[in-house]
Every structure is written in C-alpha cells, then in structure tokens.
C-alpha cells in the first residue's frame, strides 16, 4: 500500500515536534539549485525524472548548508503525478521537460494531494527524521544505516516517532515553486 504523505502533512509534523524553530520557523537556506546531469544524453538538464508507469516523478536538489558547511543533496519523489507524453496545452497546470531525447509534460506538483517521499544528507534530517520515515514508508532510498545512541542523559531528538522533513526539504518548495513546477 503507498502511503499518503503529502508535503503539507510532513510539514506540520515538524512543527509538532518543535514549533519554535521547525516548519514555518525554520532557518533560511541561503543557496538553493535544482542539480543537473552531469554525464550521459541528458548532460547538462535539470534532474527532474518522470516515471510514467508509476506515475511519480523524481526532483534532485542541492543546499549549501550553513550549520553545517557542506552540500546537502536533498530529493523528493512525488507520487500520484499526471505525465503526459503528448501537450495537454495547459501551461498553467502542466510543465514541460525532456528526459532521454522524449519530451514530458507533468501535472505540477501540488503539496496537498501528491504524495512525497523524500531524503536529505544533513544531520538533522538522519538524527530526526530518516528512520521514522522509512517506518511510515516517506523516506526516498534504501534504510538509513543503523544509529547507535552514545548518549544517554541527552532527550531523544524525535520521542513521538513521527515523519517529517528537515529545513533543507521545507526550503525545497519554495524553489520548485520559483521555478514554476507546482501548483501552490
């Protein structure tokens, strides 16, 4: 069975967890990019790839971390997503990319109906969140490696056991929002 996570669900899991400095209190992300292919027939293009048969779409994005002065790779598969092969000629609903020589056109994204698997390489969203989402079946990939607490008077960093996203990943939409790939 897919699970339902949708990108507003998991946001305001986050903010349930701590709302003074989660969700909509989240810090900034300075440097945001969607990547690009780095070899192959689509070199150069933004990593936006359809699955037509599932009927999910993968985005692939880089944050310049600020707490942590490395780069974050954050991606997001949604699910649920209307590909068209042919143009719906609807340029307000729908945007186009070319994957593989052949060209898309995807319903844009929609933080309330599609459902998001995601998964980013900064500490936070290990520590909190990967293996929780993985248990509710929202984490993009293969399982997070085994954490070994080796702290014990520190209070465990997400008690409820719940899904959510990092600020990486809350940051993300409004990129893909800038770049006129979803609706809201």
């Known amino acids: 069975m897919a699970h339902t996570w949708t990108w507003d669900k998991l946001v305001r899991n986050s ?3 701590n709302p003074k400095s989660r969700g909509r209190n989240y810090p900034y992300t300075p440097k945001f990019e969607i990547a690009n292919f780095t070899s192959g027939p689509n070199r150069g293009q933004k990593t936006i790839v359809p699955f037509v048969a599932t009927r999910t779409c993968l985005v692939s994005l880089r944050a310049w971390g600020v707490t942590q002065a ?3 790779n954050v991606t997001l598969s949604f699910s649920d997503v209307d590909i068209q092969t042919e143009n719906p000629n609807n340029e307000r609903e729908y945007f186009q990319i070319e ?3 052949d060209m898309y056109w995807i319903h844009k ?3 309330l109906r ?7 390489t900064c500490k936070d969203y290990f520590y909190t969140w990967a293996y929780y989402n993985r248990r ?5 990939g293969p399982a997070p490696k085994p954490y070994v607490r080796k702290t014990t008077w520190m209070p465990p960093r997400n008690p409820r056991g719940i899904p959510g996203v ?3 990943i809350y940051n993300a939409w409004n990129i893909l929002r800038n770049s006129g790939l979803t609706m809201n």
């Open 99 to 101: 994957y593989n020589g």
């Open 109 to 111: 994204f929609d933080r």
């Open 15 to 17: 903010e349930r967890l």
């Open 136 to 140: 509710h079946g929202c984490l993009y």
């Open 70 to 72: 490395s780069l974050h």
């Open 166 to 168: 990092c600020k990486h």
């Open 114 to 120: 599609n459902p998001m698997a995601n998964r980013c």
